[in-house]
Nanobody, 125 residues
Framework: VQLQASGGGLVQAGGSLRLSCAAS????????VGWFRQAPGKDREFVAA????????YYTDSVKGQFTISRDNARATVYLQMNSLKPEDTATYYC???????????????????WGQGTLVTVSS
């Protein structure tokens, strides 16, 4: 499956952005999808993930209540709604997909087989 992340940009602190991860090439509804981010000079970190059916979602503690992951399988797209953005949310955001992930692996970037190219989010103070 091919993934295309978009929606990044420059936003002031407190603002919102919605990232999109559009998939092509395979039956998208068969894939679990995660969002990860990497800030300059830092390791990649898990942000959020959603199961194939969309019935279960997972978040890193720092974004709970602030970010919402959702999916539209008919449009083969996963979204990451980001509200109340903070300067520390500045990073390149990547979406990733994998068919066969157990729940405990949803936050493990190494478990995902397919990655998009990343979209840059910059939050100014």
């Amino acid at each position: 499956v091919q993934l295309q992340a978009s929606g990044g940009g420059l936003v002031q602190a407190g603002g919102s952005l919605r990232l999109s991860c559009a998939a092509s090439g395979r039956t998208f509804s068969n894939y679990n999808v995660g969002w990860f981010r990497q800030a300059p000079g830092k390791d990649r970190e898990f942000v959020a993930a959603i199961r194939r059916s969309g019935g279960s979602t997972y978040y890193t503690d720092s974004v709970k209540g602030q970010f919402t992951i959702s999916r539209d399988n008919a449009r083969a797209t996963v979204y990451l709604q980001m509200n109340s953005l903070k300067p520390e949310d500045t990073a390149t955001y990547y979406c990733a997909a994998d068919r066969d992930l157990i729940v405990s692996s949803m936050g493990n970037g190494g478990a995902y087989d397919y990655w998009g190219q990343g979209t840059l989010v910059t939050v100014s103070s």
